[in-house]
């Protein structure tokens, strides 16, 4: 979703208005904050995306309904730092519903922008939550929980402000594939957003390796399933980058991937009774 070439951005830049909407690739020379909501289609929602927003749709109401129940239950230190991994990856997985299932230029990249939203709280978030897991909490200070953020908010504000300075985006990010697809190039701020959020996930999967080897019987299943939880969405997003076996998908798989995270935290909070160590 965000990977062009050269070429591409080179028939953007020369063009002085919209190019044409019913031929690849799609781009127009407005700013995409100055877009409207209404502006004109970028294509037909295609089947298999309808069918996957509903997907995401549904992984999202899990995703909150678990970080409910975890607000419900007796509080501690790790239930923050849960609840907002929880709500990440429900607004990640709503706002790629939306985004994907939108047939309008301002709609598409509303959504497309939303979803970010959710991309750069949850790494940060599932570190705190790892570190206040596996007994590191008391170096988890307000202070560290204020400097994780700063990266997320800078990306936020580099996405949103992308018109006039080009770093989180090289060329205009109105700029879309046959199949309404977002194809715009990354800037520095994108690879330094990245760079922060595969550091925090990895971080996260190394203290949880630790744990499995340190903690034994249901504790150390408790450890293992959120290792491979933090692990699959990181692993379908590097393949995606590096594109890896994504060849002829158009979408980003890495909320689909979350799919399975999200499936895997009933039967963590149920018969592993992960809540119990919260």
């Excluded at 549904?58 to 907002?84: D, I, K, N």
């Excluded at 790494?123 to 202070?143: D, K, M, N």
């Excluded at 190039?185 to 957003?193: T, Y």
Aim: hydrophobic share 55%.
């Amino acid at each position: 979703r965000s990977s062009s070439t050269a070429s591409l951005l080179g028939a953007t830049k020369k063009s002085s208005g919209a190019c044409r909407l019913d031929a690849p690739p799609v781009c127009l020379s407005t700013p995409p904050s100055r877009l409207a909501r209404k502006p004109g289609p970028v294509a037909p929602a295609m089947p298999e995306f309808q069918s996957a927003s509903l997907l995401l749709l549904g992984q999202a109401a899990v995703a909150m309904a678990v970080a409910l129940f975890a607000l419900l239950r007796r509080p501690s230190e790790a239930t923050p730092s849960f609840v907002l991994t929880a709500l990440s990856a429900a607004w990640w997985s709503a706002a790629q519903a939306f985004h994907i299932s939108a047939t309008n230029v301002g709609d598409r990249l509303f959504w497309g922008n939303a979803t970010y939203w959710g991309i750069v709280s949850l790494p940060p978030a599932f570190l705190v939550f790892a570190l206040r897991l596996s007994g590191f909490g008391p170096a988890v200070s307000h202070a560290v929980v204020g400097a994780l953020g700063v990266v997320p908010a800078v990306s936020l504000w580099a996405l949103y402000t992308n018109e006039t300075h080009h770093l989180f985006a090289l060329g205009p990010m109105a700029v879309f594939g046959s199949r309404g697809e977002n194809i715009w190039e990354p800037g520095p701020a994108f690879w330094v957003h990245t760079a922060y959020s595969y550091a925090c996930i990895g971080f996260a999967l190394a203290i949880l390796t630790r744990a499995v080897f340190a903690q034994s019987g249901v504790l150390s299943r408790q450890m293992a399933l959120l290792l491979v939880s933090g692990a699959v969405p990181l692993v379908a997003n590097a393949m995606r980058l590096a594109k890896v076996g994504t060849a002829g998908i158009s979408i980003d798989p890495t909320p689909f991937a979350l799919l399975i995270s999200v499936a895997l935290l009933p039967f963590a909070l149920g018969r592993l009774r992960l809540l119990d160590i919260l």
